[in-house]
């Protein structure tokens, strides 16, 4: 694959992946906004947020499989045009239940462009050249939480906020159009999964059965828990706490984006002197140790908002570094069914996350709710991935490119 070649993959895909953090994080300016005006509390509106990855969880177990047996595209397309009519229904919710009910349904959409983009890599690398890659894509991951809640600030700037719901079904058709002219079928017949409902049954069971594989797809879920905890309670520690206006929240929140995605960088460099492995037991033993820094300066109020952003800062750098090398240890053990494969992952990565953004609400919405949840899941992650992953058993994967020609 030609250096051109890669760089139109690493748009398209960058494009599929952008929507799930933009449809996720766009709307944060806005919570304390829509519990005024739908008249509900922020832990209801939170739950909207969990909707949505539920949704994310749920449909990536749906859509893993069947873009196994029917191909990439047709799953994908399907999935976004669901995305485009939640988000134009939301427009017009009167009240928090159907906007969370409707959050679930662009949860499944965005599960498509999820699930899609993460098997196509997997159609085309395996191994250490899967983590360069998808390091790439995080760059995108990274950079679509700094815009989203920008955009979503910008949009509240002329509009309520029914009108960032405008703008993610906007986005949503131009990626439809995006996704049927720029990405061929990666997955040809002879290569997909046949046997309908019993063969998926055997694929998840031979999944689950791997402990490896669970152990890193638990690692990978309990990380991400870590950055959904932030991501669910920044918007009410930042504005109500520490009295930030949403653009200056946009700003707060983009500088924590920054560290993720230099680390996501950081982690192509490394990956050409060190392993996967070695990368990952160190990220998650600094991003354990900076959580415990951010629960102190929480707990005791030292170091005020500066101390805060700091120890977040390095906490999202530690998952920047530890969430391209986590998915591609254990997707390396399974290329026969990437697609099956990588739902499981992404149905734990949201579904996790989903539980830990109620969890910072439950907890009290404040600054140690926040440092609890992040730091809990990051120290569970480490646990995990000592007791159950053993990274020290896991074999070297491979660093060449293993190219797949696209159909």
């Known amino acids: 694959m030609s250096p051109r070649q890669r760089l139109r993959l690493v748009l398209v895909l960058g494009s599929l992946i952008a929507i799930g953090p933009l449809t996720i994080d766009m709307y944060l300016p806005a919570l304390p906004a829509i519990a005024a005006d739908l008249h509900t509390t922020s832990a209801a509106v939170q739950l909207t947020l969990t909707g949505t990855l539920a949704g994310l969880a749920l449909g990536q177990l749906l859509i893993g499989p069947l873009s196994d047996a029917l191909g990439r595209r047709l799953p994908l397309l399907t999935g976004v045009g669901l995305h485009v009519v939640a988000s134009a229904l939301c427009v017009v919710a009167p009240n928090v239940g159907l906007v969370g009910v409707l959050r679930v349904l662009q949860g499944l959409g965005v599960a498509a462009a999820a699930v899609v983009a993460t098997a196509v890599v997997r159609d085309l690398f395996s191994g250490a050249a899967f983590a360069t890659l998808f390091s790439r894509l995080m760059l995108v991951m990274g950079a679509a939480p700094i815009l989203a809640p ?8 002329w509009s309520d906020w029914r009108g960032v719901f ?77 009295g930030l206006d949403e653009q200056q929240f946009g700003l707060a929140f983009g500088a924590g984006a920054v560290g993720l995605i230099a680390a996501t960088q950081l982690n192509v460099r490394l990956l050409r ?15 354990t140790a900076a959580g415990l820094v951010l629960l102190t300066f929480a707990a005791t109020g030292v170091g005020g908002l500066a101390g805060i952003l700091a120890s977040l800062w390095v906490v999202l750098a530690a998952a920047g570094l530890a969430l391209p090398n986590a998915p591609a240890l254990a997707l390396s053990r399974h290329g026969e069914a990437a697609g099956t494969a990588a739902a499981l992952l992404g149905a734990v990565q949201f579904g996790v996350g989903a539980l830990a953004a109620p969890l910072v609400g439950v907890l009290g919405n404040g600054s140690v709710a926040m440092a609890v949840v992040v730091t809990g899941g990051m120290a569970a992650a480490t646990v995990l991935l000592f007791a159950v992953a053993r990274p020290g058993r896991l074999p070297e994967v491979e660093p060449a490119v293993v190219p797949v020609a696209p159909h």
């Not at 920008?150 to 700037?157: A, D, E, Q």
């Not at 002197?273 to 991003?287: C, D, E, K, N």
């Open 150 to 157: 920008t955009l979503g600030s910008g949009v509240l700037r």
């Open 166 to 242: 405008v703008v993610l079904a906007g986005f949503g058709l131009v990626l439809t159009v995006v996704a049927a002219f720029g990405l061929a079928e990666t997955l040809p017949p002879e290569r997909r999964r046949r046997g309908g409902v019993p063969a998926v049954l055997r694929d998840y069971r031979a999944l689950l059965r791997d402990r490896t594989y669970l152990g890193l797809v638990l690692v990978t879920g309990l990380a991400m828990a870590a950055l959904f905890a932030y991501v669910s309670g920044s918007s009410f520690v930042f504005q109500q706490q520490y």
């Open 273 to 287: 002197r060190y392993s996967p492995q070695r990368i990952l037991v160190t990220a998650l033993g600094v991003g």
